[in-house]
Each structure stands twice: as C-alpha cells, then as structure tokens.
C-alpha cells in the first residue's frame, strides 16, 4: 500500500520543483555592460551615481534596468530612470545621467519590473474609456407567441397602439401598431440605471415602419421622475418630438431618434416614466399605421 501512494507524491514533488524561487540579485560594484545571459541572477548596483540600480538581460541581451524604456519621457536603454526622495524633474522627463524624476503612478509600474512597453499600449487603450462612453437600454415594445401578440408597455383602455406579430418566412416578432387620427400611447416605467448620467443627454432610438411611402409621422416622448418616499403620479416633463417621414419602399425600415429627451427631476435610483406616443393629428399626415418595432433609450454612462 505504501508503495501504491508514493508515485503521486513524488510526481507533485516534481511539479512543484518547475515553480522558480525568488531569485536574490547578485551585488556587483560596477554596472554590467557588453552581452548577458537571459535568465540569469539579476545584479544589484548599489553605488550612488546614474547607473545604480537592479540589472536584468533585455530581449537583444543587452544589461537594462527595471524602469527603463525605449522612449524619451521615461528614460533610455543606457540612461535609467533615477528618483529622488522630494523634488525633482516632473513626470515625463527624460531622464539622462543624474536628472531626478519623480514617482508617480505610472512610474510605480515601471519600479516593480512591469514591461512598460506593454503598459503603455494598455494606457492607451484604456484612455479611450471615458466619461463619454454610451449605453443603451431597449424597451420591450413587442412579442409574438404563435400568432398572439403581446407588448411589455402598459396601455390605456383608449386610443392604445394595437399590438400586432409580424411572421416571416424567417423572422417572428411583435410590434406596436400607432393610428392615423388621435394622439395613441403607450408608457413604460423603469428605475433609472446607475450609471446613468443625468446631466447629458438621453436619446430615444426608434425603429418602425409603415405601408405608406408619404406625409409625416410625429413621434413623442414624455418623462416623469418619482423619488423614493414621493407620491406616484406626478406632472409629465415638456414632450420631446421628431416629426419624420416614412422610406420611399413600402415596409423597408425606419430609424427615428428624439434628441435631447427632457427629464427634470431625473436622480438616480428614482422610478422613472415614459409616456411613448404618435401624435396621429395635425401636422402627422402620414395614412395608415405607423408600425413601431423596437425603442432603444440611449444615454452617457456615468462613472
């Protein structure tokens, strides 16, 4: 039995035995210069002067020290990066002989022996993750199960958009289907995300179509913000419209964005509503159905 347990013992010894050990630097009095083996014990200058500092073999086997960079702002191959306690040269400085450049956060990278080629294409990738990025939150305006269709917005008992499945040789979906002659709605409610912004604007995106290939169509979007502890049914913000027109091909789609949608009072964590019409009268002349298939709330994300 005990020889049954002593091969897997001494085969995880083995394996074990592939993880280096910390490797101690080797004190040396003057810096290396000339080739040098990769692999190989890193040494320790710890003279005063320029050139002092921890040596490891670069990838053309050449002595660098931890820090350095092929770029000017953060030292050279043969001048490294030197610091000093207060003061000192500002971030980004070439560093060439005895120039002090101070520690900051991306220098600390730099310190501990991370290649800084690559943090720098990292930095750079992650810069353009900004305040600015965009979100988007897709309203359920429509399903189909079988030939029944149904909407996740709630509808009034009059003047409601119809819902409606839309079945292809490919493709089953739902929509909501606006009038021709009265203002039709339709309203959804959710909690304001957050990451929303509410100092930047928010956009709805429409999608919709229409057999008719003339006039106009007005859509409409209302807001309503209620807090926490606040009584529900509060005023609908000013409406925000765009007046659009339908493609030139009967039931090619359409895209329709309102801009700059009003949304006093908005905060996050408050309940927030929309009130989705068409305004059907007026200056909406386009006959027939306007065919509503998808609504995509788009906002900026707040960090």
């Known amino acids: 039995m005990k020889a049954r347990y002593l ?32 692999g190989a014990p890193p040494q320790q200058l710890a003279t005063s002067g320029a050139t002092n500092g921890l040596y490891t073999c670069g990838g053309g086997g050449t002595p660098l020290v931890w820090g350095q960079t092929s770029s000017s702002g953060g030292g050279t191959l043969t001048n490294p990066i030197t ?23 991306v220098t600390f990278g730099l310190v501990i022996g991370i290649n800084t080629e690559a943090w720098s294409a990292n930095l750079d990738s992650w810069s353009a993750i ?27 008992s009059n003047n409601a958009p119809l819902t409606n499945c ?57 807001t309503e913000f209620t807090a926490t502890a606040a009584l529900l049914d ?38 927030m509503f929309l009130n989705l019409y068409r305004l059907g009268t007026g200056s909406d002349t386009m006959v027939g159905d306007a065919e509503l298939l998808s609504a995509t709330l788009q906002y900026t994300r707040s960090y």
């Open 83 to 105: 610091f000093a306690a207060t003061g000192g040269a500002a971030p980004g400085s070439t560093a060439n002989g005895s120039t002090a450049v101070t520690a900051g956060p």
């Open 166 to 222: 839309i079945i292809g040789s490919n493709v089953i979906l739902g929509e909501l289907n606006f009038p021709l002659g009265a203002e039709t709605t339709a309203q959804y409610h959710v909690q304001v995300p957050y990451n929303l912004d509410c100092t930047q604007p928010v956009n709805l995106l429409l999608k919709w179509r229409a057999v008719s290939i003339t006039g106009s169509v007005i859509w409409g979007i209302q």
């Open 7 to 38: 091969i897997p013992f001494l085969f995880i010894g083995s394996a074990l035995g592939q993880i280096s050990a910390p490797v101690t630097p080797i004190n040396v009095t003057t810096a290396p210069s000339g080739a040098c083996v990769q």
């Open 234 to 271: 509060g005023a609908w913000n000013t409406a925000s419209t765009a007046t659009v027109s339908p493609q030139g091909t009967t039931l090619q789609l359409t895209t329709s964005t309102i801009s700059g949608v009003t949304k006093t009072g908005c905060a996050i964590g408050s309940e």
């Open 130 to 156: 900004t305040t600015s990025s965009k979100q988007a939150l897709a309203l359920p305006v429509g399903v189909c199960q079988g030939t029944t269709a149904a909407t996740g917005f709630s509808l009034p």
